[in-house]
């Protein structure tokens, strides 16, 4: 059964950048058969996607962040990161990695780590 | 910055029926997209429940049931029970955005 962790710091100061990586076990990333994401969810709010990566290194990312996420793969390490630029407290959220397959469903999440942006 | 609209509350009595819709448009759900269902409990991360507009992720109980029409799709939550008191999302694929995209969530109150 697949399973993901997050990992990183929690606390962040303002203009930094926020770092994650994301560990799959029970699946491997370079087999090509899904999709790995970066998801959010501000305290109280709702769901924001952030972007995805194939085992090739080829991402897609939302327009809204785009211009600040770099999500890259480590397929030695079955693992995937994120890199948020200049953080400021707008991007103090839960973030979850995820798998999915194409326009499809998110399959599988990690339990979340949470990220506070503040000095 | 949601373009999936789901009312923010729904609430029924044990053993009720109640739906929750998701309201999309053309780029979205009205493209064919397909739309699937998440329900998080408090603290925890999203569980899919429903895939593919209509189909139940493993291990979920058939009270739950899920639907698409037009540019809206539907989750119906017969017999309901209070272990169903929690939030639910709905997500697809947004043509414009070339990216994913969720509902606004819907809180679910049995009472």
């Known amino acids: 059964q697949v399973q993901l962790q997050e990992s990183g710091p929690g606390l962040v100061k303002p203009s930094q950048t926020l770092s994650l990586t994301c560990t799959v076990s029970?699946?491997?990333?370079?087999?090509?058969?899904?999709?790995w994401s970066w998801i959010r969810q501000p305290p109280g709010k709702g769901l924001e996607w952030i972007g995805y990566?194939?085992?090739?290194?080829?991402?897609y990312y939302n327009p809204s962040v785009k211009s600040r996420v770099i999500i890259s793969v480590d397929t030695s390490k079955n693992q995937f990161s994120l890199k948020l630029s200049s953080g400021t407290a707008a991007d103090t959220a839960v973030y979850y990695c995820?798998?999915?397959?194409?326009?499809?469903?998110?399959?599988?999440w990690g339990q979340g780590t949470l990220v506070t942006v503040s000095s | 910055q949601s373009v999936l609209t789901q009312p923010p509350s729904v609430s029924g009595a044990p053993g009720q029926r109640v739906t929750i819709s998701c309201t999309g448009s053309?780029?979205?759900?009205?493209?064919?997209?397909?739309v699937h269902w998440y329900q998080q409990l408090p603290g925890k991360a999203p569980k899919l429940l429903v895939y593919?507009?209509?189909n139940r992720a493993s291990g979920v109980p058939d009270r739950f049931s899920g639907s698409k029409s037009g540019t809206s799709a539907s989750l119906a939550i017969t017999g309901l029970q209070a272990e169903d008191e929690t939030d639910y999302y709905c997500?697809?694929?947004?043509?414009?955005?070339?990216?994913?995209?969720f509902g606004t969530g819907t809180k679910v109150t049995v009472l």
């Open positions: 990566i194939y085992y090739s290194g080829s991402t």
């Open positions: 053309r780029s979205n759900i009205g493209a064919d997209f397909r």
């Open positions: 995820a798998r999915g397959r194409a326009g499809e469903a998110f399959d599988s």
């Open positions: 029970g699946d491997s990333i370079s087999s090509g058969n899904h999709y």
């Open positions: 593919d507009n209509r």
């Open positions: 997500q697809s694929y947004d043509r414009s955005l070339s990216g994913y995209v």
